[in-house]
Each structure stands twice: as structure tokens, then as C-alpha cells.
């Protein structure tokens, strides 16, 4: 079920009347219904891969009640986490990496001279979310075991942490000190969190229906015959291209976290304006941070982070980013993608640049950035959106031929999509979205963050005209982390 789509506009008023109406009534059933509501929305893709979520439930749960109970003898509970870790490893491995890892395999011994007689791939469906709860599950086992939270006794609260709708395929990815204590407790409905939540799932289906969906047809067509193109439409398309997946994946967990508000919950901030960061350090301190933080909690600390020399840091920082790209996707492009970011990343580490811009934005203090903000924020958008070309690409064939066309067919040529878009509206329409964005980059929770009520009704309407104005029934409307 699409958070863009009729079926959830239909789901959506009806679980949010029935969980506070069952629950005024029994309020010790919120769980159970939320179990219900998430294993229906889920089923409405594929029933059959619900097993899956019961599974990684019910091993986590019984590892980590072991976990803690072997706690003092390092061995058993470092067996009872390896448990843990080959399930639901086990699990993402099949489902998304065997074909990947065989025909790897294969490649390799063809390239050896020896070509095997059968194929031995399989037909495999990825099951929507896979990436996301099992690192979620995962987490929970890894806190219990590092001693940083001791395992919930009620099987319920750790079902529907598990499943827990709004972010359950596409994130964020939640710890369960943060969204596991919130299901445990009993909840209560205030006007207040659920307007907030209203606004935001507003905000995010602007950003995916006008943004991500809107650019969706160029992007397409520009990287489907990027050998037809001069390097302007080259560069343009990967722009676009770094718009729409920022639109895309912001505005689901918007979305998921405007939602999980309607139903008492508050669910981690996702992006953090991603695209005004002055290095690439601060680019992934604002850019899908549940997966960054997951990545520096449970595999580079583990690894020895930056307490190791520096030499081992590198290293860390490195298989890190190549893990990371591994996970957005079984493909060497994603493998390459995350080996660029790396190579970006590692000068800002050793010149200790890293950390400078955790608690502050561009433009801090004055309306406008500065001129060297400005600068920085430019060279850093230049350098992600270039290393989108091997995320957006199907082969690192494409890749290679897209980044060749942009430095040997250096034109200047206005780009005309095939089916007649007037480009100057998407001009426009990318350009108010950045300016907007700046207004409100101290306000990530808060899209319509105006004192004057009439100002905020105004963006309302216009925000809802521009859905209406801009929505095209032939776009695949599906998100596309759904993909990892």
C-alpha cells in the first residue's frame, strides 16, 4: 500500500478512528491494533512475505530475552547475537543479494576462461522493506548485548515496534530506546501532535507528488538515451535526479513521520535539509541519518571508529561506505557509489572538518548565507549529485557512458522532453522548492512554521493546487527506496 495512493487515503482516516475509538474503550489494545493495521497494510502488497516480519519477530524477541540473561558470560551471549545476525543477515542475503553474488560468481569464472553449462540464479521477489526491519530487529539485539537497553517481556510492544506501519518499509530505522519505550507506554490523542502530523504528511506528499514524481519523466527519459544528449541535458538530468530522490525519500518519512504522529508516536527526524551542507561530512549528517547513525553505532564504533590510528580509521570510513552501498542495492553501481562517497568523505576526516557543522545551519544567524557558504554548499551539491550518476544508472556500463558524454559532448542545448513538458515550469518550480526550503531549514518538523494564520492557510492551498496542477496519472507513483 502507497502512502500515495487512494487504498491509504482510504486506510489511513479509517485506523486512525477505530485506534482511538477502540482504545478509549480498551486502552491496553493499542498494540494489538497496531499489529493488525501494519500486518493488513504490508499483506496489501504480498501476503505471503508476512512470514518474514513474524519471523525476524519472534527470533529477536527470544535472542534478546537470552542475550540478557547470558550477559556476564560474553561467550554465550555473543552466540545468542550471532543468532541474530545470521537470521536476519540470512534472510536480507537471500532475498536481495544471491542472484547478485552468483552471477558475480559466474562473471568471475567467465572471466577466467570457464563458462558454467546451467544458470544458476533464482526468480526471487525482494520483499518491500526487508532492508529496513532487519536492521531494525538487528539494532535491538546489538543494544542488549552492548548493555544499553534491557529487553522488553511484552511480545506485543516488540510486534508492533517491528511492524509499526508508518515507517515499517521504507523507514526510519528505529531503535528501540526510542520507539520501542513509546509503544510500551499507553497513549494518549493530543490535537496538537496530530495537526503537526497533519501538516507534515501534507509537506511530504507536496515533495513526493510535485517534486519526485514531476521530474520522474526527464529524469527517465535523459538517462534511458543519455547517448543521444550533450553534456547540458547530461547535467540536468542528474540534477533533476538529485531532486527527485530527494523528494521522493524526504517525503516519505514526512509522511511516515507525520503519520506515526496521528497515533501518538514520534518517530526520529529523517533528513535535515541535506542539500544546504557545507561538506560532505555534514551531507550525511543530514541525509537519511537513521541509516548513517545505524552504520555508526553498529559497525564502525565496533570496528574501532576514530579511537584507532588513523591509518585504521580510513579503513573503518571506508568498508563503512562500501557496506552502505551494498545495502542501497545489489549492484556494483551501488558498490561504486558508496566507494566515491567514501573517497569524498576521508579528506574532510583527516583535515578534522568532520564535525565542525553538527549544531548549526547555513545561514545561522543572518537571512542570507555568505558568500563561502554559498560556495560550499555548491561544491558539495556538485560532488553528490555527480556521484548519483552511478546510483540512478542499471550497469556501471551506463555510468561510465553517462560521465563520458558529459566531458566529450561538451554543448550547451535546451533540453525538450519527447512528450512536450514546458521546462521553464520545472525551472521555476526547482527553484522556489530550494528557496522555500531555506526559509524553513531551522524547521524540519515544522513545514508551515508562520505565525500568521492567514499566511499558513495561504501555503496550504497552494500546496494542494500544486499536487492537483502537477499530478500525472501515467507517472509510477511508487517510492523508490521501496527498491532496498
Known amino acids: ?118 544458470s544458476y540464479t533464482l526468480n526471487i521477489i525482494l520483499p518491500v522493506g526487508i532492508s529496513f526491519y532487519t536492521f531494525q530487529t538487528l539494532s535491538y539485539s546489538f543494544d542488549i548485548y552492548y548493555r544499553r537497553l534491557k529487553p522488553t517481556t511484552n511480545f506485543v510492544a516488540f510486534a508492533a515496534f517491528v511492524s509499526f506501519f508508518p515507517q515499517l518499509v521504507a523507514g526510519p530505522i528505529e531503535r528501540a530506546s526510542n520507539l520501542l519505550h513509546q509503544i510500551e507506554r499507553s497513549r494518549k490523542f493530543h490535537y496538537t501532535q496530530a495537526a503537526d502530523g497533519l501538516k507534515l504528511i501534507l509537506w511530504g506528499l507536496f515533495k513526493k507528488l510535485v517534486i519526485a514524481d514531476s521530474l520522474a519523466p526527464m529524469v527517465d527519459d535523459i538517462f534511458a538515451h543519455y547517448g543521444t544528449y550533450p553534456s547540458s541535458t547530461l547535467i540536468l538530468g542528474v540534477v533533476m535526479f538529485s531532486f527527485q530522490v530527494y523528494g521522493d525519500f524526504s517525503g516519505y518519512s514526512d509522511i511516515a513521520i507525520g503519520t506515526a504522529k496521528l497515533f501518538g508516536i514520534e518517530l526520529m527526524s529523517n533528513f535535515r535539509f541535506p542539500h544546504f551542507s557545507r561538506n560532505v561530512a555534514e551531507y550525511w549528517q543530514r541525509w537519511h541519518v537513521s541509516l548513517s547513525t545505524w552504520f555508526r553505532h553498529y559497525v564502525y564504533i565496533p570496528l574501532g571508529g576514530s579511537r584507532v590510528s588513523k591509518r585504521r580509521a580510513v579503513f573503518n570510513i571506508a568498508v563503512v561506505f562500501l557496506v552502505s552501498g551494498l545495502w542501497h542495492g545489489a549492484n556494483w553501481t551501488f558498490v561504486f557509489w558508496g566507494g566515491f562517497h567514501a573517497l569524498l568523505f576521508i579528506p574532510v576526516f583527516l583535515l578534522k572538518r568532520n564535525r565542525i557543522y553538527m549544531e548549526s545551519v547555513i545561514g545561522q544567524n543572518s537571512f542570507l548565507p555568505s558568500v563561502k557558504e554559498i560556495g560550499q554548499v555548491l561544491l558539495t551539491f556538485g560532488l553528490v549529485t555527480f556521484s548519483r550518476i552511478f546510483f540512478r544508472s542499471p550497469t556501471l556500463t551506463d555510468a561510465f557512458g553517462y560521465i563520458q558524454g558529459i566531458f566529450t559532448d561538451v554543448r550547451i542545448a535546451a533540453y525538450t522532453h519527447p512528450v512536450g513538458y514546458r521546462m521553464i515550469d520545472y525551472y521555476v518550480l526547482m527553484l522556489l522548492f530550494v528557496v522555500y526550503e531555506y526559509r524553513i531549514r531551522k524547521n524540519e518538523r515544522n513545514p508551515f512554521h508562520f505565525k500568521s494564520p492567514v499566511v499558513r492557510f495561504v501555503l496550504y492551498v497552494l500546496v494542494i493546487f500544486a499536487m492537483l496542477l502537477f499530478y500525472d496519472d501515467g507517472v509510477n507513483r511508487s517510492f523508490i527506496y521501496f527498491q532496498f
Not at 561467550?75 to 542475503?93: F, I, Q, T
Request: proline share 3%.
Open 1 to 118: 500500500m502507497l502512502f500515495n495512493s487512494v487504498q491509504f487515503a482510504l486506510f489511513l482516516p479509517i485506523a486512525f478512528l477505530c485506534y482511538w475509538g477502540i482504545t478509549q474503550i480498551r486502552p491496553k489494545a493499542q498494540n494489538l491494533f497496531l499489529i493488525g493495521a501494519s500486518y493488513l497494510f504490508y499483506a496489501w502488497w504480498d501476503w505471503r512475505f508476512l512470514g518474514l516480519i513474524a519471523f525476524s519477530t519472534v527470533v529477536d524477541y527470544v535472542v534478546g530475552q537470552r542475550i540478557y540473561v547470558h550477559l556476564d558470560d560474553r561467550r554465550r551471549a555473543k552466540a545468542w547475537l550471532m543468532l541474530s545476525v545470521m537470521a536476519n543477515l540470512g534472510l536480507l542475503g537471500f532475498f536481495k543479494y544471491y542472484n547478485f553474488f552468483v552471477d558475480s560468481f559466474v562473471d568471475g569464472l567467465q572471466a577466467l576462461g570457464y563458462t558454467p553449462e546451467s
